[in-house]
């Protein structure tokens, strides 16, 4: 069974995730929206397909209490269906439209999205990392579109985004977008550009006016910051944990490089130093996501039968038996009754209900 496929438990964990991190309340949330709307709300939080956001959108529209004090929201909620309409139409080509072409849809353990000031070498190290053909070139702007490809870590890999580049001048209206279904982001810098330090923060101050915010909160990884207390929870607000790639490396080998800058930033972003011309460094990024997103690999067998050693279905930490069957088949997660398990936490063969959580290399059996 192909493991690329956990999109529901996906699509459900990280954002549960992030709220574990908001520690926020609903405070501007106007008193008197319909538990239909705030149903919506909650659907489009967790949804990650375009197709899927436009309709809690949608229904976000129908739903919301249409007076003054949410003006300001219905108008959001129009230009979001409008520009995610758009998008979907994709670009008209001779009266023939051709699909959504910005968002890419995830595969794998997780999707990583590569951003940054241009040249930074996002390309360089997206090719080096997956084995992808996305264009390279020594000037900027090289970039125009979204360039999937898979990075193998172990046994299972993860889902690498090339994107164009943010710069103080131009950013592709729809990499917002892009950036939705996004797990989290690599921010590609060239260490041995002195301008690096002005373009960290032109990139995280563009972003945050489209409401998406670079953390370093991955679940994995201790917490180094508080955050922001006073921030309200908005809905279209995206928190992505980041870790910040020192590319480049082979111009500037001094290794507390990073650490000077992340300093001078007032920065607390978990960093990686990389060469994508020696590969220097580039070995480390699989280990930091797995840790950093809490991967959890399960190995399904049937009865009677060795488990599929090869290809793990992945779900995050705090996943359960239901998630893992909700990946095989929606079908056999409906009709779940038990499971059989093998693992660390359980005794061979244990019979688990379809609330279990799993942990990083159990065997599950599922009755249905
Ligand atoms: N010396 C050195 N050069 C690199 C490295 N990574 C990338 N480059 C060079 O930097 C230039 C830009 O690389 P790209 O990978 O196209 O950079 P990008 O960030 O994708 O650029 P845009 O798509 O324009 O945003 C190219 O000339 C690369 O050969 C590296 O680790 N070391
Ligand atoms: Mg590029």
Redesign the pocket.
């Known amino acids: 069974m192909n493991q690329a496929k956990p999109l529901e438990s996906k699509g459900r964990l990280p954002r549960l995730i992030r709220r574990r991190f908001a520690q926020v309340e609903f405070i501007d949330m106007p008193t008197n929206v319909s538990p239909e709307y705030k149903k919506a709300e909650e659907a489009y939080r967790q949804a990650r397909e375009p197709r899927e956001r436009l309709d809690c959108l949608r229904q976000m529209f129908r739903t919301i209490p249409k007076h003054k004090g949410t003006e300001h929201l219905q108008a959001d909620i129009k230009t979001r269906i409008k520009q995610l309409t758009e998008e979907l139409a994709g670009p008209k080509k001779g009266g023939r439209r051709s699909g959504p072409s910005h968002v890419v849809r995830p595969e794998g353990a997780a999707q990583l999205c ?1 951003a ?12 080096r990392l997956t084995g992808s053909h ?11 579109l979204p360039v999937p490809g898979m990075l193998p870590f172990e046994d299972i890999h993860f889902q690498l985004v ?4 943010v710069s103080d001048d131009f950013m592709e209206p729809w990499l917002v977008n892009a950036l939705q279904p996004a797990d989290g982001v690599l921010l ?1 810098i ?1 260490v ?1 550009d002195p301008d690096c330090l002005e373009q960290v923060p032109m990139v995280l101050g563009r972003l945050k006016e489209k409401k998406v915010f670079l953390t370093a909160a991955w679940p994995g990884l201790e917490r180094t910051e508080q955050q922001e207390s006073d921030e309200t929870e908005d809905v279209f607000r995206l928190d992505l944990p980041t870790v910040l790639i020192a ?5 500037d080998p001094d290794p507390e490089e990073i650490e000077i800058l992340e300093e001078l930033l007032g920065l607390r972003f978990p960093a990686l130093t ?5 590969g220097d460094g580039l070995d480390a990024l699989g280990s930091f996501l797995f840790r950093a997103l809490e991967i959890v690999r399960v190995y399904t067998k049937l009865p009677g039968k060795p488990a599929d050693a090869e290809k793990p279905f992945t779900v995050r930490r705090g996943g359960t038996v239901l998630d893992v069957a909700g990946l095989v088949h929606k079908d056999i997660a409906h009709g779940l009754k038990f499971a059989r398990m093998w693992g660390a936490e359980v005794f061979d063969g244990q019979r688990v209900g379809p609330d279990h959580l799993v942990s990083d290399g159990d065997v599950v059996e599922l009755h249905f």
Request: proline share 15%.
């Open positions: 590569l940054g000031p241009p040249n930074a070498g996002k390309s360089s190290l997206h090719a996305t264009d390279i070139g020594p000037y900027p702007y090289t970039t125009h090339d994107l164009p580049p590609v060239d041995s590319n480049k490396s082979d111009l990389m060469s994508a011309k020696t």
